[in-house]
């Protein structure tokens, strides 16, 4: 079955302690992207990736940060998380390089609470 | 920059009323507009998109028309279900590799 895999759907920390939320894709997609989920501010892109050791900065990337070593994962790591970031977490891919007629395929979501 | 808007909710209806979202955008250029969909613990999926001005998108019978005069895409459906029942975001893609989404816009719909 074709699909995005986060890993985990809850995490809840604290502050100062190193996470990393996994993202898989099993579609050969090359583009994938994080995006957290605030209430009121709808989605917003953390950084995005166009293909392997291609990783590009989003709206939000401050506390962050991606890789981009294989195809199919794209992890999203906070070094040290802070309360402001407790947040709902999307992984997306997509086919190609963004074209304006692909769509994006979205993980579960992750869950992150920072105590 | 570019940016999305849609009407504040929750959307409160009863099962077989008509449905309106409005979406209104702010973009250079020609985007491309589309509607995804996030029902309960799930992520998005899209349901419908439009490329270019006065075309429609439309699936699961929801409706939305591309209008430049107007920088709106509004999402429409004639009888709506309880299993509409979800949050609606709004979307526009430019050139460059982002998508902007707006704010979400939560669905209930009542038996």
């Known amino acids: 079955e074709a699909q995005v895999t986060q890993n985990p759907r809850y995490l809840i920390t604290v502050t100062g302690k190193k996470l990393t939320v996994t993202c898989s894709q099993n579609?050969?997609?090359?583009?994938m992207s994080w995006y957290r989920q605030d209430p009121g501010l709808g989605l917003r892109q953390i950084y995005y990736s166009m293909n392997v050791e291609v990783t590009d900065k989003g709206d939000v990337p401050e506390g962050y940060k991606v890789s981009r070593k294989e195809k199919r994962n794209f992890p999203l790591i906070l070094e040290s998380p802070s309360p402001n970031q407790t947040s709902l977490y999307f992984c997306?891919?997509?086919?190609?390089?963004?074209?304006?007629?692909?769509?994006?395929?979205f993980g579960s979501g992750t869950q992150l609470s920072v105590l | 920059g570019d940016s999305v808007t849609q009407m504040e909710g929750p959307v409160t209806l009863s099962e077989e009323a008509f449905l309106t979202i409005n979406c209104t955008y702010t973009?250079?250029?020609?985007?491309?507009l589309f509607w995804y969909v996030q029902y309960p613990g799930e992520g998005l999926q899209l349901l419908l998109k439009a490329t270019k001005a006065d075309d429609k998108g439309s699936n699961k019978g929801f409706e939305a028309t591309y209008r430049k005069e107007t920088t709106s895409f509004h999402l429409e459906k004639g009888s709506v279900q309880v299993s509409d029942s979800a949050v609606y975001f709004c979307?526009?893609?430019?050139?460059?590799?982002?998508?902007?989404f707006g704010g979400g816009t939560r669905l209930m719909v009542k038996p």
């Open positions: 579609m050969n997609h090359e583009y």
């Open positions: 979307a526009l893609h430019n050139a460059g590799n982002m998508l902007t």
């Open positions: 997306a891919s997509s086919p190609r390089s963004f074209a304006t007629n692909e769509k994006l395929f």
């Open positions: 973009a250079t250029g020609y985007p491309s």
